[in-house]
């Protein structure tokens, strides 16, 4: 095996902008970042650091444009991919802010993320029945009463539900790379006690979990092998859980020098 | 989608009333009008006078007529002549085979519907069920209360639109239907307006009667017979294609209750079938004019629910003009367009609120692919005495392409002040972060923005409620595939909102 093909998520001096020309924003000013299977990493930094732009730039958001810099994915480079490619190639990412859809019905949506992801593996579609079971059971596992199957996708959902709707997707989806972008915003304790629960799950050998996070709250539910502090586009310091510890007790300055 | 925004206006904001265009009818049918009632049956003069009257009050459509404000009357005026010869010849175009009729019923509805062929009903085909009493309008009218007949003639009289007091004057075998008082069928009635493809336009006219506390489900289907063809147009005609005219005249009585579903012209001949859709009936439809029209009385705490949806012709064109007479009367009008390449659809809707303490409730909902042009013009009226009515109107247009034009025109005219009245319209393209959202889950582009699509037209049809599921889910299919490779696969761009009212 490659040094290359031994990592299962490698960002490679990144730089990233939004907007046109006039009107271009330099965001990402080259991250680099190397998560093995069966590692959590934990990303944390302060506002305006440019966390959630590397989640969107590793998911494929049609907004942001990489100037330099490779993104591999178990040793494929996955920028040229659409977001659609991604996601089936194994790539999940949890929105901080997950959108209403109303008028698509969330158990549908899921079903047909589901046969997706299925199709790209090279297998038949889901029996409706049997994804209803699967459904049921990672439903019940996250708390989630069965009437939001009923509802359109995040509609009228409180912030919390909209969280652990994404937790579920997530759960339904089993990618190999999870990016939890600020999945702990806005969740009371018994809250983030299921969310975690739902994260905690999906460890194993074959996962990897990058959760970006403001706070170490989340992080005494999820254990991280590895903690960054991303600010300015950059990341500007690494270490084990002690550095969010540290992060916690004296804030973002003493890194951001 | 994200970006919808609604004007509210509660104030009263007295308008004058609109000013009748000089009348204008050509010297041919002028001529044709009292011969055709002078030979048509004896117990339809009343109706047919009603209708010619109305029609010479009004004249032909001209380019500043209000009925017509988006429509290109050149499109369909050289149409609007009296009946052409081959159009007086019963049936001409043959009838439709059994599995034509077959493939265009309902589950529930295969045991309760009407066939008519160019507009002319077709007893021995249909098979209306006992609960609704189907017969010719002439054969039944002089048996009528002379309350209903007045009614009906009243409304006839007070048409605006040239082309609907045409289709009721000049329809061969004018139909008509009851469900008697306290009656509620247990199936909805499946109305089926076959086309033998004629180039001639055809006339059609219903004339439904609810009584006292009925309760009754109404759906309709335009289609094509499986050996239609395109006729070429008659010697010196200039009108090219078909043009398909009906007018449904609806009168509801104390407490009763109608709930009408009807698909217009739809890209697929059949719910379920996928390869009907570059048959060579659909290119039938696809060339046709087709003209509807329903108009609705409401007596006192009488329902309406409507909702039409189709996928738009050469040029179709949508007339509701519901009167709220009743006090508690509620009327709801809904409708759904989804079109693709250079298809028209014009919605024209009329509401008058003559009483006081009646609700009405509209929603249209366009969707505008290719070079397809949409227009709905909707207005409330609210009569001096209609106080403490509650109206409110809605039109929402997406747009797929640059190249696509939908106009609105939401109007209130509202002569009482205890009123509570909103409107409001907005067009904008799919939002880019529900696609990004559904994307990032798996789903291709294609069919993230054909799901995106459909959940904004479902609302519309979700709407009937139970009026006939298995007619709505067909419906759904049908408006879906017409939207097959529609839907690009580029990125949505931001969403330009936009207010019009």
New interface residues.
Partial sequence: MTTATSYMLEVKDIHATIGESEDLTQILKGINLSVKAGEVHAIMGPNGSGKSTLSKVI????DFKVSKGEVLFNGENILEL???ER??KGI??G?QY??E????NNAE?LR??YN??RK?EGKEEADPLDFEEILDSKMKALDMDSRYKER??NEGFSGGEKKRNEIL?MAI?DPALAILDETDSGLDVDALKVVAGGINRLRGPGKAIVLITHYQRLLDYVQPDVVHVLSGGRIVKTGGKDLALEVEKQGYDWLVK | MSDTQAIETKAAVPRFMRTVPAPLLTPALEEAIPKWIADGPVALEGVREAAASALRLTGLPHSGSEDFSFVRTGEFLPHLGPPAAAALARLAGGLPSRSDIERQLVTEARESYLVLVDGVFVPELSKPGPDFQVARLDTVLPALSRETRDAFIEMVAGETDAAAAMAVLFAAEPVHIRVAANAAPASPLLILHFSSGSSHRTDAALFYQGDTLSESRILVRHAVMARAQEHPPEAGSKATGSMQNAHTLALLGEGASLKFMEAGPLQAQSFDSEADAAGPQAAVTAKAIHFGKLTVRLLRDSRLLAVSAHTGSRLTRNSFSVDLSGEGAEAEVNGATVLTGSRQSHNFVRIRHLVPRCVSRQQFKSVAADQSRSSVDGTIYVAPAAQQTNAYQLINNLMLSDEARADSKPRLMIHADDVKCSHGATAGKL????Q??????????S??RA??T???I??VLEKSGKTGEGFRDGLDHALLDSLKNRLPAE?ANRPKGGLNG
């Fill in positions: 998911a494929g958001h049609p659409e977001a659609d996601s089936r999940f990412l929105f997950p959108v859809i109303p008028g698509v949506f047909m993320a997706q992801r790209a359109s996708i997707q989806l | 939002d880019p972060a529900q990004f959202y559904l994307e990032s889950r798996g789903l291709p582009p069919q993230a799901l995106m459909v959940a904004f479902a609302e990125s």
